[in-house]
């Protein structure tokens, strides 16, 4: 398989997506003592000429303005903003605070909400792996909630929040770009409101320019790989196959924290680490397993009509 035909299929951009997401925490460190607060509201700030930007590079039809007026697809862009903003936070929280460990095991729950919410919600049935998964992803989180020094809220909130967001994503058919743009539209004016309430006080007015810079360049840093995700998505052929590049990103982020960061990996996080990482593979193995059968259903089915025209 040459280069070419890597790029047009879409699975090396998507690979880049989630790698530049992955390293993101090296970014971040630049800004520790920078509140997390400021640093989302600068992120939602600049990233919305970014995204009318990108939406005229990429020639997408403009729906934002549409949407918004539709009061069902208001409600649910609304939710998805609220949940989406918080993953943002927490995300960024950790990542300033020493916590990129317990960020990384937040993306490697976030199937498991996904499933639940499936389940409980969509009414879905799980298979017998998807089930093992489960009770795997389960006893890790279980264990992490029994025997760690304090309940891992920044976990639970960034695994809830970022699994609820793909859910309710679903309900809305919107193309990313153009459900992103509206999402930061409708961050704005909290944005605004938070920047106003601490004039004065903010890292942007006191810090020296290297920080302001910084602080600018957290929308290109959010809006690149999402650019590339989407370039990349389009393009793949199997979608199954962001059921396992989607673990690229918490791999990065377990790996920054433990040979960069230097954060502590003790007895109780590597157990919780190996019981999630346990109900990965079954998942993943499950997805790839699922996406074949498929495949070769439908070659059936397209076979089946010339058979009977021949006979």
């Known amino acids: 398989m040459n280069l070419s035909h890597l790029l047009q299929g879409g699975l090396a951009w998507t690979t880049c997506a989630y790698v530049v997401w992955g390293l993101i925490p090296l970014f971040y460190q630049h800004l520790k003592g920078v509140d997390a607060m400021e640093i989302f509201a600068f992120r939602v700030l600049w990233s919305v000429p970014l995204m009318a930007l990108l939406l005229w590079i990429t020639s997408t039809p403009l729906r934002v303005f549409r949407l918004l007026m539709e009061p069902r697809s208001f409600a649910w862009l609304f939710v998805s903003t609220a949940c989406i903003s918080t993953s943002w936070y927490l995300n960024t929280w950790g990542a300033t605070n020493g916590q990129v460990l317990m960020v990384s095991l937040a993306f490697f729950l976030t ?151 230097g954060e502590v990996i003790d007895q109780e996080r590597l157990t919780t680490f190996v019981l999630v990482w346990i109900g990965f593979v079954v998942f993943s193995y499950d997805a790839i397993r699922r996406a074949k059968l498929a495949r070769r259903a439908s070659r059936i089915t397209l076979d089946e009509p010339a058979s009977s025209g021949a006979a």
């Open 111 to 261: 199937p498991l909400v996904s499933i639940l919410v499936g389940v409980f919600y969509l009414k879905e049935t799980l298979t017998r792996l998807q089930l093992v998964a489960l009770l795997f992803c389960a006893g890790g989180f279980l264990y992490a909630c029994l025997n760690l020094a304090s309940f891992p809220w920044l976990t639970v909130g960034i695994a809830v929040a970022f699994g609820g967001y793909g859910i309710i994503k679903k309900q809305v058919r919107i193309d990313t770009l153009n459900g992103l743009a509206a999402e930061s539209l409708l961050m704005v004016p909290f944005a605004v409101f938070y920047l106003i309430g601490n004039a004065g006080q903010t890292h942007w007015e006191q810090s020296e320019l290297d920080t302001q810079i910084l602080l600018m360049l957290t929308a290109p840093m959010t809006i690149l790989p999402l650019g590339l995700f989407a370039f990349g998505v389009a393009r793949l052929k199997n979608l199954s196959t962001i059921a396992i590049l989607q673990y690229i990103e918490p791999t990065l982020y377990f790996m920054l924290a433990v040979f960069v960061f």
